[in-house]
Every structure is written in C-alpha cells, then in structure tokens.
T-cell receptor, first 115, second 111 residues
Framework: GAGVSQSPSNKVTEKGKDVELRCDPI?????LYWYRQSLGQGLEFLIY????????KSGLPSDRFSAERTGGSVSTLTIQRTQQEDSAVYLC?????????????FGDGTRLSIL | SQQGEEDPQALSIQEGENATMNCSYKTSINNLQWYRQNSGRGLVHLILIRSNEREKHSGRLRVTLDTSKKSSSLLITASRAADTASYFCATDAYNNNDMRFGAGTRLTVKP
C-alpha cells in the first residue's frame, strides 16, 4: 500500500485482557515509531525501531507494554492485562531512515477502548 | 515526555483571516517539524525547518524559527474552512533520532 496501515482501526476489550496492535509501515521505511494519544491531547512517544532494533524502551508506560518488529517491516504493540487508563488512540508512523530531518508518515491509528 | 509546547491551545477565526500558532521548546534542537491532524486521522507532515534556517514557506504556510528564543511560529494565510484541524510542532531535542510532539493547537476556521 501507499501509506502506513494500522489494524484494527477500533478495538474494544475488557479490562484484564491482552491486546495486540499492528502497524504496516511504508515499504522501504527502516524507521518505525509508536505513539499514544489520549482524547484531545498531544502525542506521547512510546518507542521507535531502526530496522528490527528498539534502542530505547524507556518510553513504554509500564512493563505491560511491549513491542516488536520483524523482517524490518510489520510491528506489533502488545498490551498485557489492559487497564482502563490504557484507553487511547495508538498511532504508528514510519520514515525512510531514523533521523529528525525525515518527515514521519502516520497511520490513522487504532482506537482502543478498555471497558 | 513532550518537548514542544504550542500556544494557543485553541484558536477560532473566520475564513480569510490569518492564523498564527506558536511553539516553544526547552533545549537546543537540530530540526523542528510542523504537522496537521484532522479529527480521527493520523498526522500529516507540513514543513521541516532546520536550526540554521530562519524562515520557510510552503504554499499558504510560513514557518519561522528563532533559536535564541527557542520558539517557532506557523502562519496560515487566507485560511479556509478546510484548514480546521489540530496543529503540532515536533522537535528532536532529546537526540537526533526521534521527534517529540507538543500538545497541539486546535484551529477552527468558520466559513
């Protein structure tokens, strides 16, 4: 596809369940980013990948959050034992390389609601 | 944590007027980017300005950067209803790799 694709677009689940969010970046983009956006708020940086490597995981809110990227392409963000405060829109972006002079291309996000 | 802080938080203007949004940041940067987000959508990159640049233009957009004041402004001239969106600045103050976003300015352009 031409842009960054995220799935599912919406996810409603019960507190305590695990969820897996998927991001399919633009083909050829080596850098991939995950952000969280609460209602009407700015973007909270979670993690970035250069290839399959995530050098800094300190942005993940808790040890219930994990992320991986395989084959330098698709990434998954997993939230275990979900809590109501995890409700937010999770945005993924990709860029050609990991450098702040590169524009980031965003997907439309996954809207996660924890009941 | 966030690096840039946009001001104002919300701005409402009439179509045809100019809209100015400001971004302040705390530490030295290499690059600053502006993005736009329509409701329910992802962010779209608008413009990048490097630390050695003072002004850039793209269509009806004009971005300025004042590194001595650690601030940037985004001017949208002759605004249209379709410009209604949230606008975010992002800076690379933590390293030269990832960008950190501010809380955004919600712009409403009334027809």
């Amino acid at each position: 596809g031409a842009g960054v694709s995220q799935s599912p677009s919406n996810k409603v689940t019960e507190k305590g369940k695990d969820v897996e969010l998927r991001c399919d970046p633009i083909s050829g983009h080596t850098a991939l980013y995950w952000y969280r956006q609460s209602l009407g708020q700015g973007l909270e940086f979670l993690i970035y990948f250069q290839g399959n490597s995530a050098p800094d995981k300190s942005g993940l809110p808790s040890d219930r959050f994990s992320a991986e990227r395989t084959g330098g392409s698709v990434s998954t963000l997993t939230i275990q034992r979900t809590q109501q405060e995890d409700s937010a829109v999770y945005l993924c972006a990709s860029s050609l390389v990991i450098n702040s002079n590169q524009p980031q291309h965003f997907g439309d996000g996954t809207r996660l609601s924890i009941l | 944590s966030q690096q840039g802080e946009e001001d104002p938080q919300a701005l409402s203007i009439q179509e045809g007027e100019n809209a100015t949004m400001n971004c302040s940041y705390k530490t030295s940067i290499n690059n600053l980017q502006w993005y736009r987000q329509n409701s329910g959508r992802g962010l779209v990159h608008l413009i990048l300005i490097r630390s050695n640049e003072r002004e850039k233009h793209s269509g009806r957009l004009r971005v300025t950067l004042d590194t001595s004041k650690k601030s940037s402004s985004l001017l949208i001239t002759a605004s249209r209803a379709a410009d209604t969106a949230s606008y975010f600045c992002a800076t690379d103050a933590y390293n030269n790799n990832d960008m950190r976003f501010g809380a955004g300015t919600r712009l409403t352009v009334k027809p």
